[in-house]
């Protein structure tokens, strides 16, 4: 594998839609606990590698504005040339990733007038949702970790990473990128079912590797959510929770909250109650409040349930 020096690099910078504080952004990733390992952060730089088609890119992001004009600087490391193309599929990646041009203004509007809920806005401002770096991946671990340990599905998760992944040495660190879904189609099935070790769950990732082949994402991203989540939820092993998770931390799909968020319930609870239960009309007219602002009202609710000004998510 060449080393740091033998890397062909280029560079560029992203503009955020502000407020945007790159800050809270790498607060959230040291304490999110399914992609832990997968990146390094040091001071304000987080790197971090994908696979494009079949090679991995490792990319370096740093801050270099402020939460109300914000800019950050990135550099791409390849084994070989990235041609233009490459670098605009990283360069939408990491602004999707991140969740650059996420609008925070309509949700912030509405929760400056809600008295219980301002000043989690204010703790948190300039917050955007991370995201996992692809859907494709964020429903592969939604299949692992169902009714199975997290260190388990961890290591089940590790093992593709190596087995299937590409890798890029930077700075004495070996960076993993989680395989395509064209990679693990073409895995071996008895490899693969020894890996997860699991007949049901192997079952499930290969309708999720077979799905993600062949659709197209900027539908995911964009087509009417109802459709969306229909498609996805058709997925054999995909049920309600599971196809929320992807919606929102996959794709970004804040317009709607799930049935099942019984986090969400303990976190509204505390914020507008006491920490005493609500009842389900008191919780929906909080929610409808929200509009199609709903997801964003649960991540920052979620992350201010922790009771830390470090944001985070279980």
Not at 1 to 24: C, H, N, Y
Not at 191 to 199: D, T, W, Y
Not at 204 to 223: H, K, M, P, S, W
Not at 230 to 245: D, L, N, Y
Request: proline share 6%; net charge negative.
């Amino acid at each position: 594998m060449p080393t740091a020096t033998e890397l062909f690099t280029t560079s560029g910078t992203l503009t955020p839609r502000a407020p945007f504080d790159f800050v809270k952004t790498l607060a959230f990733f040291r304490m999110f606990t399914p992609m832990s390992d997968e990146q390094t952060i040091v001071g304000d730089a987080l790197t971090k590698a994908i696979s494009v088609d079949g090679r991995a890119v490792a990319f370096t992001v740093r801050n270099s504005g402020s939460a109300d004009a914000p800019q950050l600087s990135y550099t791409l490391a390849a084994e070989q040339p990235l041609d233009e193309g490459e670098i605009a599929l990283v360069r939408d990646r990491i602004s999707f990733f991140l969740s650059l041009d996420d609008d925070l203004q309509p949700f912030y509007a509405i929760a400056t007038e809600d008295t219980d809920f301002a000043p989690i806005i204010q703790r948190l401002y300039g917050l955007h949702q991370p995201k996992f770096l692809t859907p494709f991946e964020i429903a592969c671990w939604a299949v692992l970790a169902q009714r199975m340990p997290m260190p388990i599905a961890r290591r089940i998760k590790a093992r593709i990473f190596e087995r299937y992944g590409t890798s890029i040495a930077l700075n004495g660190v070996t960076y993993r990128a989680f395989p395509e879904p064209a990679q693990l189609a073409a895995a071996d099935p008895l490899e693969l079912a020894g890996i997860v070790r699991n007949e049901r769950k192997c079952d499930y990732l290969n309708a999720v590797i077979q799905f993600f082949a062949g659709v197209d994402e900027q539908f995911l991203r964009t087509g009417p959510i109802a459709e969306v989540a229909a498609r996805i939820r058709g997925i054999r092993g995909i049920g309600e929770w599971s196809t929320h998770f992807i919606l929102v931390r996959g794709l970004g799909r804040m317009e709607q909250l799930s049935n099942e968020e019984p986090e969400m319930l303990k976190a509204a609870a505390r914020i507008y109650n006491g920490g005493q239960p609500l009842t389900t009309a008191q919780f929906e007219r909080l929610r409808d409040r929200y509009g199609n602002q709903q997801g964003y009202w649960a991540f920052y609710a979620r992350n201010a349930m922790l009771g830390s000004s470090s944001p985070t998510e279980e």
